[in-house]
């Protein structure tokens, strides 16, 4: 039997090879740029609270996270999935694109709770678990309505002025 020590070590050393042989220079750079840029202010809580299914009572695949971009004629390659909602957010201007947004994600919300509806029905011993995945994840979409009420719309050309010659 092998010692845990030595798979941890594996995996260690495994993860140095990958970051080392496989992720291109150019890759490195390219995600260096994305963690720089700026995003919403709402972002880092809707990416604390949304991904986190002991927050939101669901949980949000990466594949999800694509639909939902895809769903609003936004293009997303597949990274990690607090990386993905960054991206998703970061060009967010207008109350229209969150209510879209959103409006996705409540959609794969709720097949989730469709779910839980239909396994607390065949085992009502464990519907309380699932009860309680529901109210989490009720909340989760009043944070949404939250976050798009706060929102305050702006114009990136209003930050340029005229310039007169």
Same mark, same amino acid.
């Given at each position: 039997?092998?010692? /845990?020590? @030595?798979?941890?070590?594996? *995996? +260690?050393?495994?993860?140095?090879?990958?970051?080392?042989?496989?992720?291109?220079?150019?890759?490195?750079?390219?995600?260096?740029?994305?963690?720089?840029?700026? +995003?919403?202010?709402?972002? @880092?809580?809707?990416?604390? *609270?949304?991904? +986190?299914?002991?927050?939101?009572?669901?949980?949000?695949?990466?594949? $999800?996270?694509?639909?939902?971009?895809?769903? %609003? $004629?936004?293009?997303?390659? %597949?990274?990690?999935?607090?990386?993905? %909602? *960054?991206?998703?957010?970061?060009?967010?201007?207008?109350?229209? #694109?969150?209510? $879209? +947004?959103?409006?996705?994600?409540?959609?794969?919300?709720?097949?989730?709770?469709?779910?839980?509806?239909?396994?607390?029905?065949? #085992?009502?011993?464990?519907?309380?678990?699932?009860?309680?995945?529901?109210?989490?994840?009720? *909340?989760?979409?009043?944070? /949404? $309505?939250? %976050?798009?009420?706060? #929102?305050?719309? /702006?114009?990136?050309? @209003?930050?340029?002025?005229?310039?007169? #010659?």
């Amino acid at each position: 039997m092998k010692d /845990f020590n @030595d798979i941890d070590d594996l *995996k +260690a050393e495994f993860d140095k090879f990958v970051r080392e042989s496989c992720i291109s220079e150019e890759q490195k750079q390219r995600d260096e740029e994305e963690d720089s840029e700026e +995003a919403p202010a709402f972002v @880092d809580e809707l990416s604390e *609270k949304l991904l +986190a299914p002991a927050h939101s009572g669901v949980y949000l695949s990466r594949l $999800d996270i694509k639909r939902v971009a895809e769903a %609003i $004629d936004e293009s997303l390659p %597949i990274k990690e999935r607090k990386r993905m %909602i *960054k991206a998703l957010m970061r060009h967010t201007t207008t109350k229209d #694109f969150l209510r $879209d +947004a959103f409006g996705e994600f409540n959609k794969h919300i709720n097949g989730r709770l469709a779910i839980y509806q239909e396994l607390g029905e065949a #085992f009502p011993s464990s519907k309380y678990v699932f009860d309680d995945f529901e109210m989490k994840a009720e *909340k989760t979409k009043k944070m /949404f $309505d939250r %976050i798009i009420e706060d #929102f305050e719309e /702006f114009n990136p050309a @209003d930050d340029l002025e005229p310039v007169l #010659f």
